[in-house]
């Protein structure tokens, strides 16, 4: 059931974020003010509609099963013709048809029974079955000399929890005795021992660090954060429509027509799925956040416009579609000043931001975190060095595509994330994707050093590409918001509009990227994804290729 109530719009909060591992252009000519009216997502004259074929097609929960079986069946002969070794298996974790039947299979692999990490890879398949290119995220020879380790699983547990009590988490213990894998991520695959150690971070955040141990030498390879968290902020949409369920007397925050997605009430707590919200007449929340609804509102009404999102704009239907809802999660912990997804509850949690005032509830919140479910459950970006930023940016770039796509007149899409917060105290925003060098501490534009900065910040480099792409270089205005972006060059990037950019940037992160992918394999990515919706002649293709090039992508 849906119901219509009144909310009005407040608030503020934090927002970091990171995901698991293995398991994103201006007008040529200016108005004589130096703005131009800019319309959001509008493409240039010429421009060319996507190439319906290349697009992927919308598929119903038994089709995208029947998909997987098939998938499923064959992968031994899949890894045959492909050359791997014989201690080699692919496992079967997405597929992605188009409308043309050409279908995407993203694999992961095994060796000699280990998961090897690092070694995901996807077959390209025209609609007849043969393969047209295969995408590795590793072009090494998974090979080790034996699966028998030097060092004890203890020995590696024992370094895994010093490392994250050294970056303050409490109760740090391992969650599980280590796991041998085969790391092959970065340089000669080896193998090693992933251990997962939980407790909770310095910020009140649950700890799930992931440890890379060499299990020759003992020695860190890797680390990576599998609680996926961030910064943003949480504002009222007004008068929205919610997804509820009737239940007993009452109503439920459930939304049968979007999976089942929930929203619960964690009454503070830091554990646990948390209480059901019911409510006696179906109209939701007073507007003002001591009144634990009002969160919970904020919260369900994002989740269920980003699921719309995803499902209208690129025919996903659900986070990892399969058309099952997530749940989102309110009022965790006192003061918490963050929100964060996690992979092992398939969930979104939000804290009620300083002083339980301000609840990081906010519909680019949402949109950002659901982000990171979508990303894990294709891609899987490592959330390290540009893999990470690229990991961060995709979240953004999404969660700036939903809030412009939700048309909602209380929150008019812009590209500053974070912009209702005043994170800073002086109204500003927490970032910038037209000049992402305004914050103090994001890339405008690709080094050789982007990879070293925290992944919040390297994903400047991306957001900055999405803009160009979108919105092109130079000054406008967009919905009231005066842009100013530059390139790294000093060209001049004329934007194919942002209607265009999503789908070039979804269809690249669904098909063409991988765990290990870089600021440059992305470029290779998007630039196939463009050939494939618009092709290689055309001014979107080109587009993409000049935004690179704006941000020292080339």
């Known amino acids: 059931m849906r119901k219509t109530f009144s909310m009005p719009i407040s608030s503020a909060g934090k927002r970091r974020s990171a995901i698991a591992a293995g398991t994103a252009v201006a007008a040529a000519a200016l108005l004589a003010s130096g703005l131009t009216a800019g319309t959001a997502g509008a493409a240039p004259a010429g421009g060319a509609s996507a190439t319906s074929g290349a697009q992927a097609a919308v598929l119903t929960a038994s089709a995208r099963a029947a998909l997987l079986r098939e998938a499923n069946a064959t992968t031994a002969d899949t890894a045959t013709s492909l050359g791997l070794g014989a201690k080699e298996k692919l496992v079967v974790k997405d597929v992605i048809k188009d409308a043309d039947g050409t279908t995407h299979t993203r694999y992961d692999r095994t060796y000699d029974g280990l998961p090897v990490l690092g070694g995901d890879l996807i077959v390209h398949r025209a609609k007849g079955g043969d393969v047209r290119s295969v995408t590795k995220a590793t072009k090494a020879t998974v090979k080790v000399a034996s699966t028998t380790a030097g060092i004890a699983p203890s020995a590696a547990a024992k370094a895994a929890v010093k490392l994250a009590k050294a970056d303050d988490t409490t109760q740090a213990a391992a969650d599980q005795a280590p796991r041998k894998v085969i790391w092959a991520a970065t340089g000669k695959p080896v193998l090693a021992y992933e251990t997962v150690v939980g407790g909770v971070q310095k910020d009140g955040t649950p700890n799930q660090l992931h440890v890379i141990t060499d299990a020759a030498t003992g020695e860190k390879l890797y680390e990576y954060q599998a609680i996926k968290n961030g910064k943003g902020e949480s504002e009222y949409s007004g008068s929205v429509e919610l997804g509820t369920s009737k239940e007993g007397d009452g109503y439920t925050l459930t939304d049968a027509d979007r999976g089942g997605h929930r929203t619960t009430n964690l009454e503070n707590k830091e554990d ?68 964060f997804w996690d992979d092992s509850c398939f969930c979104m949690t939000y804290g009620d931001g300083e002083g339980n005032k301000a609840p990081l509830t906010a519909l680019d919140v949402a949109a950002h975190e659901m982000s990171h479910g979508v990303t894990s459950a294709t891609a899987g970006l490592e959330y390290s060095g540009e893999s990470g930023g690229l990991n961060e940016a995709t979240s953004d770039i999404f969660g700036t595509a939903v809030e412009f796509n939700a048309d909602n ?61 979108s919105e092109g270089s130079g000054a406008k205005e967009i919905n009231g918001v005066k ?58 293709y080109k587009g993409v290729d000049a935004a690179w090039a704006g941000v020292n992508v080339k």
């Open 409 to 469: 007149a209380t929150d008019v899409g812009d590209y500053l994330i974070g912009e209702k917060i005043d994170i800073n105290g002086d109204g500003t925003p927490l970032r910038y994707m037209d000049k992402p060098s305004k914050d103090g501490q994001s890339a405008d534009e690709w080094s050789d050093s982007v990879g070293d900065l925290d992944v919040h910040y390297s994903s400047g480099v991306a957001n900055h590409f999405f803009y160009l792409l």
């Open 483 to 540: 842009y100013d972006s530059p390139t790294s060059d000093g060209s001049t990037v004329e934007g194919i509009g942002r209607d265009k950019a999503e789908k070039i940037w979804y269809k690249a992160l669904t098909t063409y990227f991988t765990s290990n992918t870089d600021y440059h394999a992305a470029r290779e990515g998007t630039l196939k994804a463009a050939e494939d919706l618009y092709g290689a002649d055309s001014a979107e």
């Open 272 to 339: 646990g799925e948390g209480a059901a919200f019911t409510d006696d007449d179906d109209n939701w929340g007073t507007g003002k956040p001591d009144d634990p609804q009002t969160a919970a509102v904020d919260a369900h009404y994002g989740a269920a416009v980003t699921w719309d999102y995803y499902k209208k704009v690129h025919g996903r239907d659900g986070i990892a579609g399969d058309g099952k809802g997530a749940y989102s999660r309110v009022h965790y912990g006192d003061s918490y000043v963050n929100a």
